[in-house]
């Protein structure tokens, strides 16, 4: 949730789309640090929505403009919020954030500058991150009163439980050199490399098949929620069910005839 206290009045932010072949690129713009309020939020899940519903869309990354990836939520918001508007507006955040996390293409957050309180939940629950040597990584929401909440229970799976627990009652950010180290990002890069960093990844996944791409998401998604026996009968499905989509067999043939597969 929280950080940046930011201006007493700034305009509600907007969420650029660029669409570069089967990747969306959504770029966060509500200067200067990109701070999360009831609007913006409504903004981003709007935008999320038509992108993740798409079967086109096979990557999609979110970046940010400014100096932040975001710095949390506007710290006017939480002031004036009352206890009647406090679970709606957390559910509201809640189903902005779980349309990327449970998105059915691959969800990717270039990261860069402050990644803090709700901002950082959104970057959880993309599944991979990639962060400029710039970034700093946290949950502060116990420094302004409250607990963190929703996606930040991803954080034990992604760093265990002890370090998770030093972030969350303590509320300090770690470096993206430390996030590196702990495997909370998967790659970082000097800022001036972020970019071309983020758009080799893209480039990887989009190497992938289709359809075992989308296969391969699925089953990431139902593994969350699921014990190991349910889990590995939902791979024995989704293997089986690649074969109809014909991509194992263009990818073999192209394997062996040395020749880049040609998916459909």
């Not at 293409?105 to 599944?127: I, K, N, P, S």
């Not at 893209?202 to 296969?215: E, Q, T």
Request: with cysteine; charged share 20%; net charge neutral.
């Amino acid at each position: 949730m929280p950080t940046g206290a930011g201006p007493s009045a700034t305009p509600d932010g907007q969420a650029h789309v660029e669409r570069r072949g089967a990747a969306a690129w959504v770029t966060l713009d509500r200067p200067p640090l990109n701070l999360f309020t009831p609007p913006f939020i409504d903004t981003l899940r709007r935008t999320f929505e038509p992108l993740v519903e798409d079967p086109a869309v096979r990557v999609l990354v979110i970046a940010a403009a400014g100096r932040a990836w975001t710095a949390g939520m506007q710290l006017q918001v939480l002031r004036d919020m009352t206890a009647a508007q406090a679970k709606p507006f957390a559910e509201a955040l809640h189903r902005m954030i779980r349309t990327v996390h449970e998105a059915p293409c691959v969800t990717v957050a270039m990261v860069h500058g402050a990644c803090l309180g709700a901002g950082f939940e959104l970057a959880m629950a993309c599944d991979m991150r990639v962060a400029a040597t710039d970034a700093r990584l946290g949950l502060p929401e116990v420094r302004v009163g409250v607990p963190s909440m929703i996606e930040a229970a991803l954080l034990p799976a992604l760093v265990g439980p002890g370090r998770a627990a030093e972030m969350l009652l303590t509320g300090e950010a770690v470096t993206a050199e430390q996030a590196l180290a702990w495997g909370l990002v998967n790659r970082m890069v000097a800022p001036g490399d972020l970019r071309p960093a983020t758009e080799a990844l893209v480039a990887s996944l989009l190497a992938c098949g289709p359809g075992a791409l989308r296969l391969q998401k699925e089953l990431i998604v139902r593994w969350r929620g699921t014990d190991l026996r349910t889990a590995i009968e939902y791979g024995i499905n989704a293997f089986a069910q690649s074969f109809a989509t014909g991509e194992p067999h263009e990818a073999t043939r192209a394997f062996l005839e040395r020749r880049p597969p040609r998916w459909a």
